[in-house]
C-alpha cells in the first residue's frame, strides 16, 4: 500500500469527516517503517509503542484536549477490560489500511464488520470506475445487503438502487443487448455474466427471495419472470383460481404486482416488459387460459397481451350476441376500461413494437357499434313522421346519428384491419346489415313518401322545408346579413365538397373545443339534383340561376365551373375565391395581403368528393371525411387567429351516401336507357328537357328544386337505387335522400368581447378524490374518486395515473383510469381504484401521498395525504 493512499485516507478523516483522534493498530507490523513519512497536516503522531496507555490518556484529554492525533499501535485493540484508552476510543474512530479498510474510508462506510464482505468482493472494486459509482450511491449506515445491492445497481447500470427498479432494468438487458437478433429467455444476457463475475449473483438471488419469495435450487431468470408474471395475472383475474399455474405463484405477491405495475409504467424500462411478458406467456400457455376466461374476470388483468386479444374478442362476442338488447353503458365502461389500460393506453410512453393504436380502435369500433346497435332499438317499430318537415328535423337531430357512428365504426375497425386481425369482420357484417337493412332502406321508404305521393303533391312539386332556408337562398339569408351589420364588415365562406351533416355536426363539436370558438350548427335544404356543379353555382351571390343547353350551370348569365369563373363572380362585392390548401400555406401577413379590401371570401375545400367519387379510392371515403374535418377545424383557426376573421361560415354543395358493401344488382334501377332529352347522365341523377314520367324514377324540376329559370328537368332513381354503377357505386350523391339533401351550415364566430372568456375557456375535467383522512390498514385499498362536471365541448376527458408515493417514489402500483362520462348524473361520474402496497415496513407517521398525475403532461391532478398503518393487521 502506497503512502499517497493512506495519507488521502487519513486526510478525508481528520480534516472532512472532522475526526480529532484516529485510532491505527497495525498488529502485523506492516507499516511501521511507512509510518515516518506519512505526513497529515495539523496532526500529530502518538505512538502506543513508545507511551504508556495511561500518559497518553492525560496527553490526549488533558495537556491538549483540542489537537488532532493519529494514536499508533503495533498490536491489536486491547480487550475492554484492559483498555486505558475505551472512553476516548468508543467516541473516536479506528483506521485500517489495509485494502479493504481503505476502501471503507473511502467509501465513507461506518461499519467495520464490512471489511471482510468488502475483501471478498475484491473484483468488483479492481475498478476505479465502478468504486466511483458505488460511492455516490451508498451512505455511511449501509449494511452488507445493501451494500450488495448497490454493487447490483452499477453492474447492471440500473439509475437507481431501488430493488424494483434493480429487477426491470436486469430484464431490461435481454432488450438493450438483442439488438435484431431475437430473445431467448433461457439464455441470460450479457450483463448477468458480469453480474456472476463479481460474486454478485447469490446476493441478487438473496434479494429475490426476501422481497418476492421467489427460491428454488437451481434459480434462473427466466423461472424468475415467469413467476412474477404468473402471480401478477393470478392477483388480478377474477375467476377460479387457475389450477396448472397456482404452483407458480410467488408468497410475496404484493411485491410482485407493485413491480410489474412500475415496469409497465416507466418511460424507460416500459418497451422490455411489452417483448418479454409475450414471450413468458407463450412459455405458460396463458393464450389458452384466457381465451378460455370470462370476460368480466380478465378485466383487470394488464399482464399479457394475449390477455388484451382475449378480452377484445369475448367483448365482441357480447356485443354481437346481445345486439337486440344492447347493454351499451355496460360496454362502454368495460371498452373505456381497457383504452386506458397497459396495452390500449395512446398516453402509453413505452417504445415497443405493440399496437397500441389498433388495441384501441378495436374497442372505439366496440363502442360505436354497440351504439348504433343501441340507437337501431330505439327504432325497432321502424321510422314514422307525420310530415317531411317532422322528418327533416328528426334527421337533424337524431338519424343523423346513424350515419355518424356508421362511419366511426368502419373508420375504427379499417384501423383494426389494417393490423390483419380479423376480430372485428364477423361484428362488421352485421353492423353492415344493421346500416343497410334496418337504416337506409326503411328511411328511404319513408322519406319517399314524402317525395312524391300517390296524390302528387309531395316535396318534388313544392321543394321547401318549413323553417329551413333553401340552398339557393344561402348568400341573402346567410352571408348578407353579417356584411350589413356595420361598415367594413368581412365574411369567409368555407366550403367542402360533399361534407355532409354527420361529419359536419362532429366539426362544430370540434370547433367548440377551441378558445374563443363559438360554432352553431344548422341546415340548409340542398338543391336537387344534389351534384356539385348546382350545388356550388347555388352558394354564390345572384340573381339568376339557369342552365344552358349543354347542362353547363349559369349565375347571373355567367359560367361557374372553375375558381376562376366563380371569383370573378364574387369581385363586384368586392370578393374572391381561393382554393384552401393555397390559403393557409401562407403566412399571416402574406394571408392578410392577400384579402386587403376584400368583403367575402370564398374558400373552396375539396377532400371527401375528391376521394369519394373516384373508383379507385372510393373505398378510403370514410379516411377522407376524418381527414376533412381536421383540416376544416385548422382552416377556420387559420383564418380567425391569421385573417381576423371574426364571422365564418362553413357549409358543402352537398352530401353523399356511402356503405362499405357494395351495391347489389337490386340496387340498379330498372330503366336500361336515357329517356328521350336527356343532356346528363350520372349514377344517381339525369338531366335533361322535355323528360317523360316513369314508374321506375322521380320526375322533377330545377326550377322548383333549385330557382332556375328554364325548363331544366331531372330523373332521381326512387331510394337508394343508381342509374348505373361505372366507376364506383359505394360512393353516391345526386339523389333526394336525406344524407345528400340536408346541407350543414355552421356559423363560427371568434368572441372577443368581455365576460366570455370563461364562456369560451377549454379546460378538462376536475378529479377529487373522495372521502377525508385516508388510512390504508391493508395491503389492498380502495379510494373512491368523482369526476367533478360532465364531459362536453369544451370540457375535455383526462386520464390519470394514480399511485400512492412515498417522496418520489410510488409504494404501490400505479393504476391508469380515464374519466370521461358525459352524464349529468354524478353518481355515474364515479371511479374505483384498488392499490396495492409494497410489502415493507411503514411508520403511521410519516407523509405518504395518493398523487394524481396527468397521463400525458405527468402534471399533478390532486395529492391527498394517506397515512397507512399496517401494526394491527400485521399483528394478526
Avoid at 439 to 450: C, Q, R, V
Wanted: with cysteine; aromatic share 8%.
Amino acid at each position: 500500500m502506497d503512502t499517497a493512499k493512506i495519507e488521502s485516507a487519513l486526510h478525508k478523516m481528520f480534516h472532512e469527516d472532522g475526526q480529532r483522534i484516529v485510532f491505527w493498530n497495525d498488529p502485523e507490523l506492516e507499516f511501521s517503517l511507512l509510518l515516518p513519512a506519512i505526513q497529515i497536516d495539523d496532526v500529530n503522531l502518538l505512538r502506543l509503542d513508545e507511551i504508556g496507555a495511561l500518559e497518553a490518556k492525560i496527553k490526549l484529554e488533558r495537556e491538549d484536549p483540542v489537537g488532532k492525533y493519529l494514536v499508533y499501535s503495533p498490536a491489536e485493540e486491547p480487550d475492554y477490560e484492559k483498555d486505558w484508552l475505551l472512553d476516548i476510543r468508543l467516541y473516536s474512530r479506528s483506521f485500517r489500511a489495509d485494502r479493504a479498510s481503505l476502501l471503507l474510508s473511502e467509501l465513507g462506510l461506518s461499519q467495520q464488520q464490512l471489511r471482510q464482505h468488502i475483501a471478498d468482493r475484491r473484483k468488483f472494486f479492481d475498478n476505479k470506475d465502478r468504486r466511483k459509482k458505488l460511492k455516490d450511491l451508498v451512505t455511511a449506515e449501509d449494511t452488507a445487503d445493501d451494500l450488495d445491492r448497490k454493487m447490483l445497481a452499477v453492474v447492471a447500470k440500473a439509475d437507481q438502487p431501488e430493488v424494483f427498479n434493480l429487477v426491470r432494468t436486469v430484464f431490461h438487458a435481454y432488450l438493450d443487448e438483442a439488438e435484431e437478433g431475437e430473445i431467448d429467455l433461457a439464455t441470460p444476457p450479457a450483463v448477468w455474466q458480469q453480474i456472476e463475475k463479481f460474486d454478485l449473483d447469490k446476493p441478487f438471488w438473496k434479494i429475490a427471495r426476501d422481497t418476492f419469495g421467489y427460491e428454488e435450487e437451481d434459480p434462473s431468470l427466466q423461472n424468475f419472470l415467469i413467476r412474477l408474471l404468473v402471480t401478477d395475472f393470478a392477483h388480478y383475474y377474477r375467476g377460479k383460481p387457475v389450477s396448472s399455474l397456482a404452483h407458480l405463484e410467488l408468497p410475496g405477491k404484493a411485491n410482485a404486482v407493485v413491480c410489474l405495475a412500475q415496469w409497465r409504467d416507466s418511460s424507460t424500462k416500459g418497451a422490455s416488459y411489452d417483448v418479454l411478458s409475450g414471450l413468458a406467456g407463450d412459455l405458460v400457455g396463458i393464450i389458452d387460459q384466457a381465451q378460455g376466461s370470462d370476460v368480466d374476470d380478465l378485466l383487470d388483468v394488464m399482464t399479457f397481451m394475449d390477455v388484451e386479444k382475449a378480452i377484445m374478442s369475448g367483448l365482441r362476442d357480447r356485443v354481437m350476441a346481445t345486439a337486440d338488447a344492447i347493454d351499451l353503458a355496460g360496454i362502454r365502461e368495460l371498452a373505456r376500461r381497457r383504452q386506458s389500460g397497459h396495452w390500449a393506453s395512446l398516453a402509453s410512453v413505452t417504445l415497443s413494437n405493440v399496437p397500441r393504436f389498433a388495441i384501441n380502435a378495436v374497442y372505439d369500433a366496440l363502442i360505436a357499434g354497440a351504439s348504433l346497435f343501441e340507437l337501431r332499438n330505439r327504432y325497432k317499430g321502424g321510422f314514422s313522421f307525420d310530415n317531411a318537415p317532422a322528418m327533416y328535423r328528426g334527421y337533424e337531430e337524431d338519424l343523423y346519428r346513424f350515419d355518424q357512428l356508421y362511419r366511426h365504426f368502419c373508420e375504427a375497425a379499417d384501423h383494426a384491419e389494417a393490423q390483419h386481425w380479423d376480430v372485428l369482420k364477423k361484428l362488421r357484417e352485421q353492423v353492415e346489415a344493421c346500416y343497410v337493412t334496418s337504416y337506409l332502406n326503411p328511411l328511404a321508404i319513408e322519406w319517399g313518401k314524402f317525395l312524391c305521393p300517390p296524390s302528387g303533391n309531395g316535396l318534388l312539386k313544392d321543394w321547401k322545408i318549413q323553417g329551413v332556408n333553401n340552398q339557393q337562398h344561402f348568400f341573402n339569408k346567410s352571408v348578407r346579413p353579417p356584411l350589413e351589420e356595420g361598415e367594413n364588415r368581412r365574411v369567409f365562406v368555407v366550403i367542402s365538397d360533399a361534407l355532409r351533416f354527420e361529419a359536419a355536426q362532429e366539426l362544430a363539436g370540434e370547433l367548440n373545443g377551441k378558445y374563443r370558438l363559438e360554432a352553431t350548427l344548422s341546415s340548409q335544404l340542398g338543391v336537387l339534383p344534389s351534384y356539385t356543379a348546382l350545388g356550388m353555382a347555388s352558394l354564390l351571390p345572384h340573381k339568376s340561376l339557369k342552365y344552358k343547353a349543354t347542362g353547363e350551370v349559369l349565375v347571373d348569365d355567367k359560367p361557374t365551373a372553375t375558381l376562376d369563373q366563380r371569383s370573378s363572380i364574387l369581385a363586384s362585392l368586392p370578393g374572391m375565391a381561393v382554393r384552401a390548401h393555397e390559403l393557409v400555406e401562407m403566412k399571416k401577413e402574406e394571408g392578410r395581403e392577400f384579402i386587403k379590401g376584400k368583403q367575402v371570401i370564398y374558400i373552396y375545400h375539396d377532400k371527401v368528393d375528391a376521394v369519394g367519387d373516384d373508383g379507385k379510392t372510393e373505398k378510403d371515403t370514410f379516411k377522407a371525411v376524418r381527414t376533412a374535418i381536421n383540416e376544416l377545424a385548422n382552416l377556420v383557426s387559420y383564418v380567425i387567429n391569421n385573417l381576423n376573421g371574426h364571422h365564418v361560415l362553413v357549409t358543402a354543395d352537398h352530401g353523399f351516401l356511402f356503405t362499405e358493401s357494395a351495391p347489389a344488382q337490386t340496387d340498379r334501377s330498372g330503366i336500361d336507357e336515357k329517356p328521350k332529352g336527356t343532356v346528363l347522365a350520372k349514377k344517381r341523377f339525369l338531366l335533361g328537357k322535355h323528360l317523360s314520367e316513369s314508374a321506375l324514377a322521380w320526375h322533377g324540376s330545377t326550377k322548383v328544386t333549385a330557382g332556375a329559370e328554364g325548363d331544366m328537368e331531372f330523373w332521381l332513381p326512387r331510394g337508394l337505387n343508381r342509374f348505373h354503377f361505372a366507376g364506383g357505386a359505394r360512393f353516391v350523391h345526386g339523389g333526394a335522400m336525406l344524407q345528400e339533401i340536408v346541407v350543414p351550415v355552421i356559423v363560427v364566430k371568434h368572441k372577443k368581447t368581455k365576460g366570455t372568456r370563461e364562456d369560451t375557456k377549454i379546460s378538462t375535467v376536475q378529479v377529487h378524490v373522495l372521502g377525508a383522512k385516508h388510512k390504508v390498514t391493508t395491503s389492498r385499498h380502495r379510494f373512491q374518486m368523482i369526476q367533478m362536471e360532465a364531459v362536453s365541448d369544451r370540457v375535455k376527458p383526462v386520464t390519470l395515473r394514480v399511485a400512492i408515493y412515498e417522496g418520489s417514489e410510488p409504494v404501490t402500483n400505479i393504476e391508469t383510469v380515464t374519466f370521461d362520462s358525459a352524464s349529468t348524473n354524478m353518481d355515474d361520474r364515479k371511479q374505483w381504484v384498488q392499490l396495492v402496497l409494497k410489502d415493507r415496513p411503514y411508520d403511521k407517521k410519516n407523509a405518504y401521498r395518493l398523487v394524481l398525475r396527468d397521463a400525458q403532461t405527468d402534471v399533478e391532478h390532486q395529492s391527498v395525504e394517506v397515512t397507512i398503518d399496517r401494526a394491527f393487521t400485521d399483528d394478526f
